[in-house]
């Protein structure tokens, strides 16, 4: 199954959900980033995230999602804009933890005391961040408390995974439920979060090939609500050889001059995709000279 977004609303109840598949652009970022299960989860679970509130936004804005704790994962980041692309990356990639009763330790791998910010580019002036203390060190929770502080929206939310022996990512996907502004009826999210709670895990669905419709109509038997949006959803980075080539020439001419001493060459990795991006002896030298010359 293709990753994609569903977004509904059920004007009666006053609420609207998004639900999403996730696995293909997780699977991605877990090769690139090279993760151990854990560190997969836990990357997995933000991308997903920053999805969901990717599509909350209008056109051309993004948001970015960042956990961080005392951890040995110490911090896992995603972006997400509002066309359904996603980048991550996860500082410790190679951290990995034993199971507790049969799950990854979410909250020891991130750190049971930390910050979950929130910043979004919403083409103003300045961005909008939001920062709190983590709640739970589940990333579900933590989700449903910056909304419920932040942006003062009942939400429920749900983010999950399903590993095979291995320890590879099999499927991965989200959903989240929101009152309507202005139409929300107290204690509809509540009613639907004890729903959640009585059917299997999103990602289990997901893993026996159910649909983000038939998860849907599984969340929302017997009440009216209408599809209206199927949204493809990605991993995608907008570095670039150019780019990096810019970032490089920060570093100052100094600096590229000892490069050149030193190692004859330069390598950069995005940290977001983990793209390599190689400059050879020719190229900083060109570079050194713009850098000299103010050219």
Same mark, same amino acid.
């Not at 990753?3 to 598949?21: F, H, I, N, S």
């Not at 090279?34 to 909350?56: D, H, K, Q």
């Given at each position: ?15 609207? @959900?998004?639900?999403?598949? =996730? ?27 920053? /999805? ?8 051309? $804005? ?21 066309? &359904? ?11 990995? +933890? ?12 991130? &750190? ?7 910043? *979004?580019?919403?083409?103003? *002036?300045?961005? /909008? ?11 579900? +929770?933590?989700? $449903? ?14 983010? #999950? ?12 996907? &989200?959903?989240? %439920? ?18 959640? $709670? ?6 289990? +669905?997901?893993?026996? #090939? ?19 949006? $199927? ?12 780019? =990096? ?6 570093? #100052?001419?100094?600096? %590229? ?8 060459? @330069? ?29």
């Amino acid at each position: 199954m293709a990753d994609y977004l569903v977004r509904m609303t059920a004007k009666e109840a006053g609420v609207r @959900a998004l639900v999403c598949v =996730t696995t293909e652009l997780v699977q991605e970022a877990a090769q690139r980033h090279e993760t151990s299960p854990a560190a997969a989860v836990a990357l997995g679970r933000t991308l997903t995230g920053a /999805v969901l509130l990717g599509a909350l936004l209008k056109v051309k $804005q993004r948001v970015a999602l960042k956990y961080e704790g005392g951890g040995p994962l110490q911090k896992v980041l995603a972006e997400a804009d509002s066309y &359904g692309r996603v980048r991550g990356y996860v500082t410790a990639p190679d951290v990995d +933890l034993p199971l507790v009763n049969g799950q990854y330790d979410l909250e020891s791998a991130i &750190g049971r005391a930390g910050l979950l910010t929130v910043v *979004k580019d919403l083409r103003l *002036k300045e961005m /909008v961040e939001s920062v709190i203390p983590l709640a739970a060190s589940d990333f579900n +929770l933590d989700l $449903q408390v910056y909304f419920d502080q932040s942006e003062q929206i009942a939400t429920a939310v749900q983010l #999950g995974e399903v590993l095979d022996e291995k320890g590879q990512i099999m499927a991965a996907g &989200g959903l989240l %439920i929101q009152e309507l502004p202005a139409q929300g009826r107290a204690g509809t999210v509540a009613i639907l979060q004890e729903r959640l $709670q009585e059917l299997p895990p999103i990602a289990d +669905l997901l893993a026996e #090939g159910q649909t983000p419709e038939e998860v849907l109509a599984l969340v929302f038997a017997g009440m009216e609500y209408e599809v209206w949006e $199927q949204r493809p959803l990605r991993f995608a980075c907008d570095c670039s050889w150019e780019r =990096t080539r810019q970032a490089l020439a920060l570093l #100052g001419a100094e600096e %590229i001059a000892h490069l050149l001493e030193t190692e004859g060459e @330069a390598v950069v990795h995005c940290h977001y995709c983990h793209e390599a991006y190689y400059f050879n002896q020719f190229e900083l030298e060109v570079l050194l000279t713009e850098l000299s010359t103010g050219s």
